[in-house]
């Protein structure tokens, strides 16, 4: 295992002379929710997934720690029992360890919390299951365990916690870590809007001492916030994009923490989040009808067909849009919505994969109902299919209220699918919009707009029409996103930085 504590060296050899601290492996215990691709709900997951892999090339062995989801259990290759717990927040609990593909695994294995189908968070009607807090403080008690060293063979130097679902690890190490092996905590934002507040109620379930239930640690407006307490106490913090880093120190994009993230900010850090190009690479993809590069971008006429095929709309070549998304408010779909009218008037299409709140879903469905031949609506998510979408789709719209970092501009640039996006959050730091300038330079990869109304998204459609027009920006526009760094090797670098200056900081 990636986090084993290291053991004798077998034979009669001398041992190696010590390595410079730089230049060591460190193990590291990240912990989170989600994972691709085991289990997936949004970015998050595939964070999570990748930074494994990633961070090996910084001599940094990333073990992930998930909760036993049946999907989980299921794809968990080679499961060893490491520490059985016979009550753990109201039933049996066993850590088992594995391996996914190439990735460590740890998994907390305690079917009263996890065996249930469909979405991890919501039950069948769409709710929050009543227990989520016990549930995540169940993981979150979990790791704070591993991380002080009381599952046999495990030694993180660092624990990496990824958002409010694993916010509590730094909590349990403040109020019940006093005399035992001190791991210090990375606690990583994804997306500062869910952060699991739930009522006082839940508090004699979660196993700290009533003097935590203050405003110097989880109360939060009378509730318990497990957000609001794992800043509070974790040794640094990250979010996925500098910008975004900037944006939630403002009373406007701080959800109601923009106080305490500036209390904390000399140890707040933005990173931004990289793409997975080995799942996301144009030229091997499965998911498309032809594959290609930036050399041979007229191949993805044929990806093109298929979507049309499978969306039910009739061949042209007027260009074609795509949304891949959540259907929500926060996302700006809505104001997609709203334009959907003018924007058909302008000339283009649109195609739209994604599930969300259902005024959205249903705005959308009735633009596809007055637009049959250009606009065509498919509610849920296909891994498959948004791929075949990236493939095919001229420019993908991705109009967020805010973003703290987004995948699918990512995605988009990769595959020659041209991002149009509000100029917020991660969105702003990785695409760079096609002005006089950066088209003159060939450097532009996307169209970036600040207006966030149904007015300024028409207007940034109307600007992308424009630049469609001219064959030759456009292809200059594709081929530049195309070939752009949109990897992980940098931000990983960060990352490796980061866990190394923690684990030098804590005695």
Known sequence: MGIDAAGARPGPAPPSPPQPASQRRLPVLGVASEMFPLLKTGGLADVVGA???????????????????????????????????PEWFGGPARVLSGRHRNAELLVLDAPHLYA??????????????????????????????IGWGEVDGLAPAVLHAHDWQAALVPVYQHYLGAGK??????????????????????WAQLRLPDAAFSTQG?????DIGFLKGG???????????????????????????????????ERLHGIVNGLDTEAWDPAH???????????????????????????????????????????????????????????????????????????????????????????????????????????GADAILVPS?????????????????????????????????ANHAAIAAGVATG????????????GAVQRTLRLHRDRAAWRSMQRAGMRADLGWRASAGLYAALYRQLAQETP
């Not at 092996?181 to 997306?191: E, G, I, K, Q, S």
């Not at 970092?405 to 969105?427: D, E, K, M």
């Not at 169209?447 to 028409?458: D, K, R, T, Y």
Request: some cysteine.
């Open 51 to 85: 930074l494994p892999a990633a961070l090996a090339e910084h001599g940094v062995d990333l073990t992930t720690l998930l909760p036993g989801h049946p999907a989980v259990v299921a794809g968990l290759e080679g499961g060893q029992v490491r520490a059985q717990w």
């Open 116 to 145: 249930r189908h469909g979405n991890p968070y919501l039950d069948a009607s769409g709710r929050d299951w009543s227990d989520n807090a016990l549930r995540y403080a169940a993981l979150a008690l979990a790791a704070a365990r």
């Open 181 to 202: 092996r001190r791991a210090p905590t990375l606690l990583t934002l994804h997306n500062l809007a869910f952060q699991g507040q739930f009522g006082a109620a839940a």
């Open 218 to 222: 989880l109360e939060y407006h009378g």
């Open 231 to 265: 800043l509070h106490f974790a040794d640094a913090i990250s979010t996925v994009s500098p910008s975004y880093a900037e944006e939630i120190l403002t009373l406007a994009g701080g959800m109601g923490l923009d106080a305490m993230l500036r209390w904390r900010r």
């Open 285 to 391: 993809d499965p998911a498309l009808a032809r594959t290609y590069d930036a050399d041979t971008l007229e191949r993805r006429a044929a990806n093109r067909r298929e979507i049309e095929a499978c969306f039910g709309l009739p061949e042209a070549e007027s260009p074609l849009l795509c949304m891949v998304s959540r259907l929500t408010t926060q996302k700006g779909i809505d104001l997609v919505a709203q334009a959907l009218d003018a924007i058909v008037g302008a000339g283009a299409r649109l195609v739209v994969l994604g599930a969300g709140e259902a005024a959205v879903e249903s705005a959308l469905q009735s633009a596809a109902a007055r637009h049959p031949q250009r606009v065509a609506v498919r509610i849920g998510y296909d891994e498959s299919l948004a791929h075949l979408l990236h493939g």
């Open 401 to 433: 209220r805010f973003e703290p970092c987004g995948l699918t501009q990512l995605s988009g640039q990769r595959y020659g699918c041209v991002p149009v996006v509000a100029r917020v959050g991660g969105l702003a730091d990785t695409v760079i919009d």
């Open 447 to 458: 169209v970036q707009f600040g207006e966030l109304s149904a007015e300024g998204v028409l």
